[in-house]
């Protein structure tokens, strides 16, 4: 399968804060990627899709000036938690949209003090 | 709305015996059904994908069934090993181009040596 890679892996912020994720894919250029949020004990909440040279969708409920993603080039997309505070503590992970199945990265644990 | 769940939402069970996994989804139009692994802390590892077409996938000691009309999918475990523990979420793709995943919420797995 494909290989994506997430920076960073764990990151601590104070509340206020903006915190910057990175998802790579490192060895097929993707146009689409998809950035999902996850509770402990919980299962994967789709957060955005990301469409390379053009803006995110957003699913309903989610933030977009809180979260902004960028999709700038095929292999990188940033998902930006602005303003962080407690409540956005999380795992984030994110995806690329290969055909018919998505390759996960390995996830980044943000806390936020 | 494509709802998916999984039950049981955790297992224990001793070395070696056979286990089964189970997860239903609400909306039949599928197109495609996957089983991921989910080590604690960690992204996600593809296990077995289905095509609506199909019945069932195997690989290794890991064998998944699809019943779409019925809305439901197994995954069966035989042999259980203390290194198949881990979280197992079941998704489902309604997407005929690209892919949009509707995960379940997990069966917790703990396979005691």
């Known amino acids: 399968g494909a290989v994506v890679s997430q920076h960073p892996s764990r990151v601590i912020c104070k509340s206020g804060t903006s915190v910057k994720i990175e998802c790579r894919s490192l060895?097929?250029?993707?146009?689409?990627m998809f950035w999902y949020r996850q509770f402990p004990k919980q299962s994967l909440m789709l957060m955005a899709t990301?469409?390379?040279?053009?803006?995110?969708?957003?699913e309903q409920g989610v933030e977009k000036d809180k979260f902004l993603i960028n999709h700038a080039s095929l292999t990188l997309s940033t998902l930006t938690v602005t303003s962080a505070h407690p409540e956005d503590s999380s795992f984030y992970i994110c995806?690329?949209?290969?055909?018919?199945?998505?390759?996960f990265g390995p996830g980044t644990r943000l806390l936020v003090l | 709305k494509q709802e998916v769940t999984q039950i049981p939402a955790a297992l224990s069970v001793p070395e070696g015996e056979n286990l089964v996994l189970n997860c239903s989804f609400t909306?039949?139009?599928?197109?495609?059904l996957q089983w991921f692994r989910q080590d604690p802390g960690k992204g996600l590892t593809s296990l077995l994908l289905?095509?609506?077409?199909?019945r069932e996938q195997t690989s290794g000691r890991l064998n998944a069934s699809l019943d779409k009309s019925s809305g439901r999918s197994t995954l069966y475990i035989a042999a259980s090993q203390p290194g198949d523990s881990a979280t197992y979420l079941c998704?489902?793709?309604?997407?005929?181009?690209?892919?949009?995943?509707?995960f379940g919420e997990g069966t917790q797995l703990t396979v005691n040596p």
């Open positions: 995806s690329v949209d290969h055909g018919e199945t998505q390759y």
């Open positions: 060895d097929f250029q993707a146009t689409t």
């Open positions: 990301s469409n390379e040279g053009s803006k995110a969708t957003y």
């Open positions: 909306d039949s139009a599928i197109y495609n």
């Open positions: 289905i095509q609506s077409s199909q």
């Open positions: 998704a489902v793709n309604k997407e005929t181009s690209g892919s949009r995943l509707t």
